[in-house]
């Protein structure tokens, strides 16, 4: 494959100029490539942070992606419900959950393996038992399934709609005073606010999603349940899974996720130490059980860290 670079490509980084003309390739891969020589300017080799200065000819020999199959990690896992069916676990703020875009191990997904030898192979070895995700950055309760049929029966609730997700999140600011940006709904005779955006991938930066009219149905109804002069504590539940649902409708309304600097947090007052996260945890997640069709509720505590921090802005 060859690229010509334009004047209007003078002084771009090569990885970003290619991520810009192969967009189904991640900068990630493109770099690799760079490494190992794949990729050339003219006869020479390039440097991913090399600056382009017009005219060149971009020379790139793509290689297959590595085959990636997920192995047992011994990963201690805080393990909330178990049966013959599945499992939940209350994930940690920064563990991935599978393997891919070039992390391989440390994942929720080897620790998994470790501690339960097999899981459902619905979702290939790369993402065996995975029916569901939450973001590297935010913790809290996950299911993974150990059978194929118990995969089905969760995916399928997920798809109508039967389970019910709630979180917990400190966001700046207090967005009830921007109610008016959804819809007052009734959830359990509790009043809520109902935000309905649309997401899509952001046209101008990939690594974030946007609030589009084009994109897909999304829904979040949150509640705030304690505030301060700066910060709220908020619950909210989701109807749709959309790619950083929350994170985005949050942020459209004017009050992002705290430590959520994709989505325009600002950092925290002096003195107060963020911990290299963003505050938004999975609470509770309400299911029907595979086999049985009993209703199962799984809860999962905050963190030490989200704890401490809820304290330090007064809340």
């Known amino acids: 494959m060859t690229f010509q670079v334009e004047s209007g490509d003078v002084g771009q980084r090569l990885d970003r100029f290619l991520t810009e003309r192969m967009p189904e390739t991640s900068r990630a891969r493109i770099q690799e490539w760079i490494r ?97 995700r939450l973001d590297r950055f935010t913790s809290g309760v996950i299911l993974a399934a150990k059978k194929d049929a118990a995969h089905q029966s969760l995916a399928r609730q997920f798809q109508t709609r039967k389970v019910r997700k709630t979180y917990w999140a400190l966001v700046q600011g207090d967005p009830a005073k921007h109610a008016d940006r959804g819809r007052r709904v009734q959830v359990d005779g509790v009043p809520w606010t109902r935000l309905e ?30 505030r301060s002069d700066r910060f709220s504590f908020v619950e909210l539940r989701i109807a749709t899974g959309r790619t950083h649902q929350i994170r985005v409708h949050m942020s459209v309304i004017g009050h992002p996720v705290v430590g959520d600097r994709l989505y325009g947090a600002a950092r925290l007052p002096g003195g107060v130490d963020a911990l290299g996260r963003f505050y938004l945890h999975a609470r509770e997640i309400r299911f029907q059980q595979p086999s049985s069709g009993e209703p199962l509720t799984v809860t999962a505590a905050l963190g030490n860290d989200f704890t401490k921090l809820t304290h330090n802005l007064g809340l």
Do not use: W
């Not at 003219?42 to 590595?66: F, R, T």
């Not at 959950?97 to 501690?115: E, W």
């Not at 101008?204 to 349940?225: C, H, I, P, S, Y």
């Open 36 to 132: 190992t020589g794949r990729v050339v300017i003219g006869d020479a080799e390039a440097k991913a942070s090399g600056k382009l200065k017009g005219g060149e000819v971009v020379s790139v020999e793509p290689a297959p992606a590595k085959p990636l199959k997920a192995v047992a990690e011994n990963i201690p896992l805080d393990i909330l419900y178990e049966d013959d069916d599945l499992v939940a676990v209350n994930k940690p703020a920064g563990m991935v959950v599978h393997a891919g875009a070039g992390r391989s191990d440390g994942t929720l997904v080897n620790a998994l393996l470790y501690h339960f030898g097999k899981l459902s192979s619905v979702g290939g070895e790369l993402r065996p038992g995975i029916v569901h």
């Open 197 to 226: 955006m649309p997401i899509a991938r952001d046209s101008r930066a990939r690594v974030r999603m946007a609030a589009r009219r084009e994109g897909r149905k999304a829904q979040t109804d949150f509640r705030v349940l304690r």
